[in-house]
Nanobody, 123 residues
């Protein structure tokens, strides 16, 4: 299983970015998928998840209402649309898969991770 993130970059506060996570070796339509992020000097934290069975979603409180996770089954890709970005959103964003939904917010259950894409939000 391989996950490849893209779409990161430098953006001003209030701007938008869309991250992509291309998956191979596993189908996103039958996998719970998640995004995590790690800021410098901080631990990796949960951002958002999407469930395979019903497409249900879950978001960290810090991004709720600003970020949207979605998937394109035909492209086997998961997206993270990020709007109204803030400087505190600056981090390396990773996608992950392989965890059960009941533990979607925890890092340890995920066996598969991408290398990450850098998002930098300037004030």
């Amino acid at each position: 299983v391989q996950l490849a993130e893209s779409g990161g970059g430098l953006v001003q506060a209030g701007g938008s970015l869309r991250l992509s996570c291309a998956v191979s070796g596993r189908t996103v339509s039958s996998s719970n998928m998640a995004w995590f992020r790690q800021a410098p000097g901080k631990e990796r934290e949960f951002v958002a998840a999407i469930g395979w069975s019903s497409g249900r979603t879950d978001y960290a409180d810090s991004v709720k209402g600003r970020f949207t996770i979605s998937r394109d089954n035909a492209k086997n890709t998961v997206y993270l649309q990020m709007n109204s970005l803030k400087p505190e959103d600056t981090a390396v964003y990773h996608c992950a898969t392989g965890a059960p939904w009941v533990r979607a917010r925890a890092q340890q259950p995920y066996p598969y991770w991408g290398q990450g894409t850098q998002v930098t939000v300037s004030s």
